[in-house]
């Protein structure tokens, strides 16, 4: 086991480095940099491009850059944005607690609402609940997640229940923990949904059929033949089978935590790195796109590890293999 | 049961879209004055951070918005005619020979830290500052003239003198550029620290301006808050409607919102007081206008124009005999006649536009010229110059003298939507002349490299960022400039007009007369609507909704919303039911 996992590991930092270079050499291949923006920019002048150039440090070979980049890497240091002339690590560190709040609350509200109700759904199969929540997840997976987004800002505001994008009400300091806690929760309310919604209809589809999988399977018919109590059949036999091919999905799912929210941050106005990240994207402030591409790389990497060891403790025939 | 129930769900959100992004009238909007418009607060949405505190590496529009609150200049330029008036200067003397201009400061002015201002943090932030090899100053190039910097010095504590290689007219304007405290910032000048000093990260007591304004709090992502600087010193010569200490405001309110239709929405619930108003997006707002409390007021054309040019670089890698229709006057003539301009207004900018007849907006108070000729869609003219310059047309095509069919490639950036549509627009209107035109949107960066190194386009629609002083078009007008597009880098005029144009922007830039000076800008203007490089097209009208909450609002197309932020008041409250 331990040694399966450090090679494990090993492969990781392999594939790590090839995401990176792959990265940088696409960002490389791009037409222009950060600077285009101001090339035709009547009041900028290309001498002054060209100095600024050099300053950034845009003018060296790719290969150079790369290496300069790699070496200050090992040092902890992700480089400085252009644009922000801060160190690309305090941009990340400010955004992706905000993100995370997010997406966690998105993907608890997902999948701790589709499982049990596609455990419910496929047990009472073709039942009206089963037949109604089917037709929701159709359309919870045809309506593109923006499009959720801008639905729920017109229901805001229309209803005044729920605040119009951002994260927090300008308060006056004087409010207390509590109701700034309050006041971020209602935030967070509608964009956390939205995201949910999205993933819901996968889910609940992908778990229903799993289930009903696993119920036509002969060594259901045993276990009840065998008279074992429902609920050593259902935690046992049935979902422990039922969840095996969601536990991959769910290791994805752990790789977009950081960069799946995009559309629904810029539509609501959640300050987090998916809007960060595109704009570092548009403007090519390349340390800054390395940085959330390798946190984004970092992360799904962790996420598929996890989810194979999750496995090997679920699966016993993975345990066998190792 | 699936198809029934998507159906039901849909007819369940009809008609909450139905009434239209303007929103319902279930809830009302109502205002209470307040007993005194001052010590208010102003709320509006901003699209994005901005990127840092420091004035002088300050590059996009948010970040100078921002700033602009908490920083001044030497002079400033009236938002409502364009003049250059004082602003931490109180006046300023220019010598017979046009080289050296003695600035006095206003008296008692003070950073918001309550050290006072005095000439020699006028003369660091130039010489240790802009003109400092070392600091990613973007504006340095408008500092300088034929690449040499001013000359800075201070004779006393309120006198400075900048001394310039030639007479520069337009150093009135560019001195409005931020003056930084020299006790705050030395240190990281001299430790080289300077690029990253002032940025987001600093803690907002630590930024100190003269402005009317200083930054309270910033929560990056989400808003920042400004609050009243109590030691702000108006500038001289400011009509003051409350005889009361500037600014009239207590708080100003940015929130950081990334999306266009949220900021609208969030402007329909009473979120924030001001919006600016895209053309499309005109009809849904004046209905709601009445309901909601707010105004829309249009400022005339916007700064923001789009023209058409031709690539006519003999040594371009296009083929030579396009290069020689687009070296022909008769033939972009004829191109500028066949352009129906208010159809392009009333597709494009829903009527709310105006047409742009030469390289200086008619926005531009001061130098517009009237009498230059303008283009009216003419087709019958098109044909008739085309015919006058050797083309034909057989079965609907359009052939040149030595039989090449004229189809051209006409270039633009992905990134405008609006520019796209344009670029459609003037495809169909070509057609009829026989001209085919095939549209090629490419992403802004393949389109510069294109335009500034390869030189491989044919015909370009764009835009480019105007300026007040006519001189800021140098770059692009004079046969030199890096960005005269049509024929970059010249060594020499390549025809007798460029060569005319080169000198009046040679005498231009050295008069310091307004009179004299329009007169010289004036001809340039004739010329470039006679020659027609460029064929300028439309602009769209600058629009912006105003809550009836605020008062001190004076749009105009130069300020632009706002122009003076301490003059603002809140007359009342908004209360929503």
Redesign the interface.
């Known amino acids: 086991m331990i040694r399966a996992l450090l090679l494990r590991l090993s492969h990781m930092l392999l594939v790590l480095l090839g995401i990176v270079f792959l990265s940088f050499v696409m960002m490389d291949f791009a037409p222009g940099d950060f600077l285009s923006q101001m090339a035709l920019n009547p009041q900028i002048s290309p001498r002054v491009i060209a100095s600024l150039k050099e300053q950034y440090g845009l003018g060296l070979p790719f290969f150079t850059q790369f290496v300069h980049w790699m070496r200050a890497l090992l040092h902890g240091n992700l480089g400085y944005s252009f644009s922000y002339h801060v160190p690309v690590s305090d941009l990340i560190a400010q955004r992706v607690p905000m993100t995370l709040l997010l997406t966690v609350t998105a993907v608890l509200v997902s999948w701790g609402a589709a499982l049990p109700l596609a455990v419910f759904g496929a047990r009472r199969e073709g039942g009206l609940f089963d037949r109604t929540l089917l037709s929701f997840s159709y359309l919870s997976i045809s309506v593109p997640s923006f499009f959720l987004a801008l639905l729920g800002l017109l229901l805001a505001e229309k209803t005044g229940w729920f605040p119009i994008g951002g994260a927090r009400s300008a308060l006056s300091s004087g409010a207390g923990s509590g109701e700034r806690l309050l006041d971020l929760v209602r935030h967070l309310l509608l964009p956390s949904l939205t995201l949910a919604l999205g993933s819901f209809g996968v889910l609940y589809r992908l778990m229903r059929s799993s289930v009903l999988e696993v119920l036509s399977q002969p060594f259901m018919t045993a276990a009840r033949g065998l008279g074992l109590r429902e609920r050593v059949i259902f935690w046992r036999y049935l979902f422990r089978n039922a969840v095996n091919p969601l536990v991959t999905l769910f290791g994805m799912e752990l790789g977009g935590l950081l960069s799946g929210a995009a559309f629904t941050e810029m539509i609501f106005g959640w300050p987090g790195m998916g809007r960060l990240m595109l704009h570092a994207v548009m403007t090519r402030d390349l340390y800054l796109v390395m940085g959330g591409v390798l946190m984004g790389a970092v992360l799904l990497l962790l996420g598929n590890l996890l989810a194979d060891m999750m496995l090997y403790l679920l699966d016993p025939r993975v345990r066998e293999r190792t | 049961?699936?198809p029934r129930?998507?159906l039901m769900?849909l007819l369940l959100?009809v008609p909450?879209?139905s009434r239209g992004?303007a929103?319902?009238t279930?809830?009302v909007f109502s205002l209470v004055p307040r007993p005194s418009p001052l010590h208010g607060r102003l709320?509006f949405d901003i699209l994005?951070d901005p990127?840092?505190f420091?004035p002088a590496?300050a590059?996009?529009t948010t970040s100078t918005q921002v700033l602009g609150y908490l920083f001044r200049g030497l002079t400033r330029v009236s938002p409502y005619d364009g003049q250059i008036k004082p602003d931490l200067a109180e006046g300023w003397k220019i010598d017979a020979s046009g080289m050296r201009v003695t600035f006095t400061l206003e008296k008692g002015v003070r950073w918001s830290d309550g050290t006072p201002l005095t000439a020699r943090d006028v003369v660091f932030t130039f010489n240790r500052i802009y003109y400092n090899?070392?600091v990613?100053a973007?504006?340095?190039?408008?500092l300088m003239v034929d690449?040499k910097p001013f000359t800075v010095r201070a004779i006393d504590d309120r006198t400075v003198i900048f001394e310039t290689a030639k007479p520069f007219a337009p150093l009135l304007e560019e001195l409005g550029v931020e003056i930084l405290p020299e006790h705050l910032l030395s240190k990281a000048v001299d430790a080289g620290r300077f690029?990253?000093t002032w940025?987001?990260?600093t803690p907002p007591s630590g930024i100190v301006g003269t402005g009317p304004f200083l930054l309270k709090r910033y929560?990056?992502?989400?808003?920042l808050?400004l609050v009243r600087n109590p030691l702000y010193t108006p500038p001289r010569g400011l009509k003051q409607p409350i005889p009361a200490d500037l600014p009239y405001l207590d708080r100003v309110?940015l929130?950081?919102?990334?999306?266009q239709?949220?900021e609208l929405?969030?402007f329909?619930?009473g979120?924030s007081d001001l919006i600016g108003v895209s053309p499309s997006q005109v009809p849904v707002l004046t209905d709601a206008a009445a309901s909601r409390a707010f105004r829309l007021l249009v400022r005339g054309p916007s700064q923001t124009e789009t023209f058409l040019t031709f690539n006519e670089n003999l040594k371009a890698p296009i083929p030579s005999y396009k290069v020689t229709w687009f070296r022909s006057r008769r033939f972009r003539q004829a191109i500028a006649y066949a352009i129906d301009r208010n159809a392009l207004i009333n597709v494009i900018y829903n009527g709310l536009g105006a047409p742009i007849p030469g390289p200086v907006s008619p926005a531009n108070k001061i130098f517009f010229d009237p009498a230059v000729h303008r283009y009216h869609h003419d087709p019958d003219r098109s044909r008739t110059l085309l015919a006058e310059d050797g083309f034909v047309r057989k079965k609907g095509r359009l052939y040149d003298a030595s039989g090449h069919r004229v189809t051209i490639l006409l270039m633009t950036n992905t990134e405008s939507p609006e520019r796209i549509s344009m670029a459609q627009m003037i495809q169909a209107m070509l057609a009829p002349l026989g001209i085919r035109v095939r549209v090629v949107p490419l992403?802004?960066?393949?389109l510069?490299?294109m335009?500034?190194s390869s030189h491989q386009w044919e015909m370009l629609l764009?835009g480019?960022?105007g300026?007040l002083d006519p001189h800021?078009?140098a770059?692009?007008w004079r046969s030199s400039g890096?960005?005269h597009l049509w024929n970059p880098g010249e060594k020499s005029p390549s025809t007798p007009w460029e060569a005319q144009v080169d000198r009046l922007f040679d005498q231009g830039v050295a008069t310091f007369d307004v009179g004299r000076r329009k007169k010289i800008y004036d001809q340039w203007q004739e010329i470039a609507t006679r020659e027609v490089p460029m064929v300028d097209l439309v602009s769209p009208d600058a629009i912006t909704a105003v809550r009836e909450t605020l008062g001190g609002i004076h749009p105009t197309p130069l300020g632009g919303v706002i122009p003076h932020i301490s003059l603002v008041t809140q007359k009342a409250r908004l209360v929503?039911r």
């Open positions: 049961m699936g129930l998507i769900v959100l909450a879209c992004g929103g319902g279930d809830r709320t994005s990127k840092t420091n590496l590059q996009e090899p070392a990613a973007a504006v340095r190039d408008i690449g690029n990253t940025s987001v990260r929560v990056p992502g989400q808003y808050l309110f929130r950081i919102i990334p999306n239709n949220s929405l969030r329909l619930a979120k992403q802004f960066n393949m510069s490299t335009v500034l764009f480019l960022t300026t800021g078009n770059t692009v890096f960005l929503i």
